[in-house]
């Protein structure tokens, strides 16, 4: 009898404990609904079903809290993650940092930086792995990937070099000499953490690392070594080793049920010539599929052969169910510069959009190899500007107007024209689609995307002439040009927007300083530590204005051409050249493939002030869409964050922020309360003030 009692209490207790486990599971599943992975869940659709925040009470939303890092020395451009009532962010010096999701308070703060080492540079996201035991937090910081204890802070120590990998051990060049950093946002599948790496300076790869022990367990090298599948697309069979570029800087997703990763590419550098290289220079400007526990490729598209134009695929792929013909088919969908979607079957990279390959114009610049064909979507319909034509002109003044045309009128304009001595006048090097990529709305089929309508002018020049065409440049002027630095600071350093001149450094540097920020990189811009011996010498003197004008012959022997500088096309107000709109929400219908709706993103205030039509403008960040009827977007160089109704465009709440919002929102819920957090610290991109604010709106 004892022994029967005995074994009903025990039942009794395991009922207990059951019912216990499955109460806390409930009970916590509803106190907090999470952001846990960049785009808020690893298929990168950036969708919430969270709906207590809806299109008849956003109106009422206000400030719940605001977090000042201290940190006033560049751009976030994070999504932050936020876990069981705690966010994470960083800083652009890379800190990263705990806060109470409720209230903005830090929790611990968690410095990267060892024996003087000084971080900055972009970080786009933070990846999230935990166990029954464990609980991480791993992102990028320069050249190294970090794991950290998501509820001390405290960096892994078991995780490479106590609580850090270095991502440019072991490749083709010295570890000094690869420049490989990751700005866009890992991911995590299983017990591996994949990042994908870019470089001005080396070739580029994405890469595998065990969560455990920070050891790389694969590696995909986006310009491929001979016996690799594509190494036979470049015509330089030495350019893995000799080259760079082909980055994957925009982030990734994962299928986690079949086991795959995808990630799109950037073009080679340098980016508008690349001599004596012909064919299709497989991976650049591609789609990849790779198996995710092994590496090995499974698919590609490539959407530009051989980019001449700085096109890159600009935004982490989209994981989707896609309706055709009446069945359901797992897809994945690629955003672009061009302002054009594309669908695949994520399985096996069968082309669900309509594209036809299309015959495009020869370089005119010696050497030079433009591949003879390129891909045009005809379906879906674009979401942003296609060819540049007379009609699309500014007539915003007479005086704007006149010199557009006299613009227009000695350009070459239109997509896969190959640069040269001559404009080329092209949409699309800011996108399109940017970064930020596009939000898929799960329960309606529709793709939200934010764009830029801003044309470019690109003039090619042989660097080894000056402007009469007749004498060579220096040494020092030579290197800075053909290192691509005039694509920032320009042709004659006197910078570009936000991009600072470098005229008058000898005022504010000495040579050492200069060599420093070379080497190591500064706020945004990337490190260039394959500038070395007699190349940096010459390039610190050109910089300082101490060069002697004797030029250096043995660099000097044929024509090298380089871009005069990435020009947009504006006005001598500094308004875009083009009619507007300048920027652009977008609802793409995938059902049809048409466009639903079409508004304008932001504003010039001083224009609606004089009674011009709103007309958007150049935007950063990506927007969310939730099953609220919302879809959230801050990104615009008005510094305003708004909400648009999912249905029809229209915006329904909008409010100042205190700095630029070039970031992706995030939202979640404590307690039964509805959150939207935005990163607010503009860093002087596209103009306006650099700040240090994380801002969260809930409604009263």
């Known amino acids: 009898m004892n022994g029967i009692k005995r074994l009903i209490f025990l039942v009794i207790l395991i009922i207990i404990g059951v019912l216990t486990y499955l109460f806390t599971c409930f009970s916590t599943a509803n106190k907090y609904v999470n952001w846990d992975q960049p785009g808020g869940n690893s298929r990168q659709t950036k969708f919430s079903l969270l709906d207590k925040i809806n299109k008849e009470n956003v109106k009422n939303l206000e400030v719940a809290w605001v977090y000042n890092s201290g940190d006033m020395s560049g751009n976030v451009q994070l999504n932050p993650l936020v876990i069981s009532g705690i ?17 903005g308070k830090e929790i611990w703060r968690f410095n990267p930086a060892r024996d ?24 990028t910081v320069g050249n190294y990937l970090f794991a950290v204890d998501r509820l001390t802070g405290i960096p892994v120590a078991s995780f490479g070099d106590n609580g850090r990998a270095n991502l440019n051990i072991g490749l083709v060049k010295p570890e000094a000499q690869m420049g490989i950093t990751s700005p866009g946002a890992p991911a995590v599948f299983e017990d591996l953490v994949i990042v994908g790496g870019m470089s001005w300076s080396s070739p580029s790869n994405v890469s595998a690392f065990n969560v455990h022990s920070g050891k790389r367990e694969w590696i995909f090298n986006t310009i491929p070594k001979p016996g690799e599948f594509g190494h036979e697309t470049w ?13 994957s800087w925009a982030g990734l997703s994962v299928d986690k ?40 490729r499974l698919w590609h598209y490539q959407a530009i052969h051989h980019d001449l134009w700085d096109l890159d695929l600009p935004a982490a792929p989209i994981i989707i169910d896609f309706i055709k013909e009446g069945e359901n088919v797992p ?11 594309l669908i695949f079957n994520r399985l096996n990279g069968d082309m669900l959009s309509e594209v036809e390959e299309v015959p495009v114009p020869p370089s005119k610049l010696p050497g030079e190899f433009a591949y003879p064909t390129q891909p045009l979507v005809k379906w879906p319909e674009p979401f942003s500007k296609q060819v540049v034509t007379e009609a699309d002109l500014t007539l915003r003044t007479p005086e704007a107007e006149a010199y557009a045309k006299g613009i227009f009128s000695e350009s070459d304009a239109g997509w896969f024209i190959p640069p040269s001595e001559k404009n080329i006048l092209y949409y699309g090097i800011h996108g399109g689609a940017e970064w930020g990529g596009g939000s898929y709305d799960e329960e ?49 350093r006197e910078g570009q927007g936000e991009l600072p001149n470098l005229l008058k450094l000898k005022t504010k540097f000495q040579a050492n300083e200069l060599v420093k920020i070379i080497k190591e990189g500064k706020n945004g811009m990337p490190s260039f530590a394959q500038i070395e011996g007699k190349d940096l010498t010459n390039l610190i003197n ?41 920027g652009t929400l977008n609802a793409l219908d995938l059902s049809t493939g048409k466009i639903k709706w079409k508004v304008p993103l932001g504003e010039y205030e001083a224009l609606t002030e004089k009674g011009h039509p709103i007309t958007g403008t150049e935007n950063f960040g990506g927007a969310i869409v939730t099953a609220g009827g919302l879809v959230f977007v801050a990104a615009t160089r008005d510094e305003k964050f708004r909400a648009f109704d999912k249905e029809t465009g229209a915006v329904l709440w909008e409010a100042k922020l205190p700095y630029g919002g070039y ?16 990163p607010a610290t503009g860093g002087g991109k596209l103009g306006g003030k650099t700040g240090d604010a994380y801002i969260a709106y809930k409604l009263p």
Not at 240 to 245: F, I, P, V
Not at 447 to 453: C, H, K, P, Q, R
Not at 555 to 569: C, D, I, T
Request: charged share 20%; hydrophobic share 35%; aromatic share 10%.
């Open 257 to 296: 049920e079949n086991g795959i990763v995808y990630f799109s590419t950037g073009q080679p550098k340098n980016d508008f010539f690349r001599p004596e290289n012909e064919g299709k220079h497989l991976f650049g400007n591609a789609i990849v599929a790779l198996n995710a526990r092994s590496g090995k």
């Open 444 to 492: 309606e089929n529709v793709l939200f995307v934010n764009a830029n309508e801003l044309a470019w002018v690109i003039k090619m020049k042989n660097i080894n002439a000056d402007k009469s065409g007749e004498v060579k440049v220096t040494a020092g002027k030579g290197v800075y040009l053909k290192m691509g630095c005039a694509g920032c600071h320009g042709a004659d």
């Open 87 to 103: 966010m994470y962010i960083t800083t652009p010096g890379q800190e990263l940092i705990a806060v109470d999701a409720t209230n």
């Open 331 to 341: 897809a994945v969908v690629q955003l672009t510069k061009t302002g054009n979607t």
């Open 542 to 582: 050109f910089l300082l204005e101490n060069e002697s004008p004797s030029v250096d012959e043995a660099s000097n022997n044929k024509p090298v051409f380089r871009s005069l500088g990435f020009n947009k096309f504006l006005d001598p107000d500094g308004y875009p050249a083009t009619a507007p709109p300048w």
């Open 116 to 139: 003087g080492e000084k971080f900055g540079g972009i970080n786009r996201g933070i990846a999230f792995w935990e166990s029954e035991r464990e609980s991480k937090l791993l992102y």
């Open 235 to 247: 015509g330089d069979p030495d350019f893995w080793k000799t080259g760079a570029g082909v980055n």
């Open 663 to 678: 970031a992706t929102p995030s939202t979640y819920s404590v307690d039964g309360e509805q959150y939207i957090v935005i």
